[in-house]
């Protein structure tokens, strides 16, 4: 069984590409190969320029790719700033660093160099991530890959189960990380969130791509269309 069929996907700087489709349309796989989570039987990943080879979560990020995850992969119990640094903590200078004291006077301030950046509104960095809103875990997620990502950023349905308000400051902060220069591939079922969002529309089908669509030339029913097979191939 094919997950993904052939494929071929664009990604241009500092805009808002979405992955719509149906469940099974290959959207979250597609992703996953892209961040290096999974490897491709077959086909060419081109980054920059430069023709990639095998491919680990590693080795994207060390070309300033991240991904959010619906489960975020939060550390529930540590703060917002433990968790922007979750795995790269920052050691302090001199002997203690080399003993393995942490910074976590130079991780808070840059956690709320980045929460500010972004507009994010976190009410205290030193409470633990359990105690907030999904919106504002959500913000933690966003915000951790932004202080790391310097080229791309895949989210994994960023929207779901939250509010509308906590939403709109979802979907506010995904064009405060494309203002900021780094692109941003969204996937989401939410149609009308994806027009508001997005700068492209792409349309997975059955492991395919299907269609192409500049988001402020197509409305919810083209692409409905082009989700269910019921629009032709013209614009792939």
Same mark, same amino acid.
């Given at each position: 069984?094919?997950?993904?069929?052939?494929?071929?996907?664009?990604?241009?700087? @500092?805009?808002? #590409?979405?992955?719509?489709?149906?469940?099974?349309?290959?959207?979250?796989?597609?992703?996953?190969? *892209?961040?290096?989570?999974?490897?491709?039987?077959?086909?060419?990943?081109?980054?920059?320029?430069?023709? $990639?080879?095998?491919?680990?979560?590693?080795?994207? +990020?060390?070309?300033?790719?991240?991904?959010?995850?619906?489960? $975020?992969?939060?550390?529930?119990? $540590?703060?917002?700033?433990?968790?922007?640094?979750?795995?790269?903590?920052?050691?302090?200078?001199?002997?203690?660093?080399?003993?393995?004291?942490?910074?976590?006077?130079?991780?808070?301030?840059?956690?709320?160099?980045?929460?500010?950046?972004?507009?994010?509104?976190?009410? !205290?960095?030193?409470?633990?991530?359990?105690? *907030?809103?999904?919106?504002? +875990?959500?913000? #933690?997620?966003?915000?951790?890959?932004?202080?790391?990502?310097?080229? /791309? /950023?895949?989210?994994?349905?960023?929207?779901?189960?939250?509010?509308?308000?906590?939403?709109? !400051?979802? *979907?506010?902060?995904? +064009?405060? /990380?494309?203002?900021?220069?780094?692109?941003? #591939?969204?996937?989401?079922?939410? *149609?009308?969130?994806?027009?508001?969002? @997005?700068?492209?529309?792409? #349309?997975?089908?059955?492991?395919?791509? /299907?269609?192409?669509?500049?988001?402020?030339?197509?409305?919810?029913?083209?692409? !409905?269309?082009?989700?269910?097979?019921?629009?032709?191939?013209?614009?792939?």
């Amino acid at each position: 069984m094919e997950a993904l069929r052939g494929v071929d996907l664009v990604i241009g700087p @500092a805009e808002i #590409v979405a992955l719509v489709g149906d469940n099974g349309a290959g959207k979250s796989t597609l992703v996953k190969v *892209l961040s290096g989570v999974l490897s491709p039987d077959r086909g060419e990943i081109w980054f920059s320029g430069q023709r $990639l080879g095998h491919q680990s979560p590693l080795a994207a +990020r060390g070309l300033g790719i991240e991904t959010v995850y619906q489960d $975020l992969a939060l550390a529930e119990d $540590l703060s917002p700033h433990a968790n922007l640094f979750l795995g790269r903590e920052m050691l302090r200078p001199g002997v203690l660093g080399r003993l393995g004291f942490l910074d976590n006077t130079e991780m808070r301030k840059r956690a709320k160099d980045t929460f500010e950046t972004l507009g994010v509104d976190m009410p !205290t960095i030193n409470a633990a991530v359990a105690n *907030l809103s999904g919106g504002q +875990r959500q913000a #933690v997620a966003v915000s951790r890959a932004m202080t790391w990502a310097s080229k /791309v /950023v895949f989210m994994d349905e960023p929207t779901a189960a939250l509010g509308v308000i906590q939403t709109r !400051t979802v *979907l506010d902060l995904i +064009r405060r /990380v494309r203002d900021a220069g780094i692109s941003v #591939v969204l996937i989401s079922h939410n *149609l009308p969130e994806v027009l508001q969002t @997005a700068d492209r529309i792409e #349309v997975l089908r059955l492991g395919r791509r /299907v269609a192409s669509f500049a988001a402020a030339d197509v409305g919810i029913d083209e692409l !409905t269309r082009a989700m269910t097979g019921a629009l032709t191939e013209a614009h792939a």
